[in-house]
């Protein structure tokens, strides 16, 4: 067989390539920070008590990511966490377990939680009615976190 040979190359065809979703909660959610210059990093992490919303545009203008943590109970909470992804923080989720909650208590309250609190990029344990009474509880919640991609 015969082939021809020529100079040319072949013409390059444009292909638009969607962007890739981010996988985890943690990709999906997390506040937009960029650090050109390379410095150490530091973030804050504030427990929201009612009384921040009055400052949600400050926080906003800080020069270093803030995380507010929301507690579910909180009857405004999906709203809270909307004005605060709104002006750029991250929110984690607090979660108050019941007492002698067993390792399948976990995964109720942790749905219940989440699907108040959907952009959570994690899960701070309240303490006293939190994951450290049991071993079997704090795997629970480190399995349902990870399922999603979020952090402890």
Partial sequence: MNRVITDTAPEAVEIDVPAA???TAFDRFVADFDNPQGKRLMGVVLLHEGSLLETIDHIATLP???TVVLDSGDEQVRSTMLDYRTAGAEVALKADFPTGARANDVEVAMQSALGL???AVA???PG???TQDSRDVTNQTIEV???D???L
């Fill in 21 to 23: 979703v981010p996988s």
């Fill in 64 to 66: 270093l990511p803030v």
């Fill in 117 to 119: 609190v959907p952009d």
């Fill in 123 to 125: 899960f701070v344990d």
């Fill in 128 to 130: 006293d009615t939190g």
């Fill in 145 to 147: 976190l990870a399922v």
């Fill in 149 to 151: 991609g979020r952090g």
